[in-house]
Nanobody, 129 residues
Framework: EVQLVESGGGLVQAGGSLLLSCAAS????????IGWFRQAPGKEREGISC????????KYADSVKGRFTISADNNKNTVYLQMNSLKPEDTAVYYC??????????????????????WGQGTQVTVSS
C-alpha cells in the first residue's frame, strides 16, 4: 500500500520560507512521478510542481516558478518542496501525490491532479501579510 506523509507546514510571514517534506513508502515500481499540489478555500486544487524518479526532471507552475524548488532524496524516499519568497496567496493546504509507471517507463511530468493515484493527508501553509 502506497503511503505519502507530508510535514513542514506552518505559519510564516510574507517573504519567508518553508520546507515541506513528503515521505513515501509502498511503491511496487522503481519509477514514479511525485507532485505537490495545493488547495485554498473555495478554489480548485492546483498542481504546482512535480518530479520524476526516473531522471529527476522537474516541472513547475508559473505561479511558483523561481520561488519554489522540488527535490528528491531517493535514499530517504522523500520529496521536498523548498518554498521561498512566500506570498499571502500561497496560503493553502499542500498535498503531495504520486503515480507509478512500469519500471523503466518514463513517468509523464504532469500537474493535472487527475493523473495521480495516491495522495497524502495534506499540510497547512499560512502566509501572513
Amino acid at each position: 500500500e502506497v503511503q505519502l506523509v507530508e510535514s513542514g507546514g506552518g505559519l510564516v510571514q510574507a517573504g519567508g520560507s518553508l520546507l515541506l517534506s513528503c515521505a513515501a513508502s509502498g511503491f511496487t515500481s522503481d519509477d514514479q512521478a511525485i507532485g505537490w499540489f495545493r488547495q485554498a478555500p473555495g478554489k480548485e486544487r492546483e498542481g504546482i510542481s512535480c518530479i520524476s524518479s526516473y531522471d529527476g526532471h522537474t516541472k513547475y507552475a508559473d505561479s511558483v516558478k523561481g520561488r519554489f524548488t522540488i527535490s528528491a532524496d531517493n535514499n530517504k524516499n522523500t520529496v521536498y518542496l523548498q518554498m521561498n519568497s512566500l506570498k499571502p496567496e500561497d496560503t493553502a493546504v499542500y498535498y503531495c501525490a504520486a503515480y507509478e509507471t512500469e519500471t523503466d517507463w518514463v513517468p509523464l511530468l504532469t500537474l493535472n491532479p487527475d493523473e495521480y493515484d495516491y495522495w497524502g493527508q495534506g499540510t497547512q501553509v499560512t502566509v501572513s501579510s
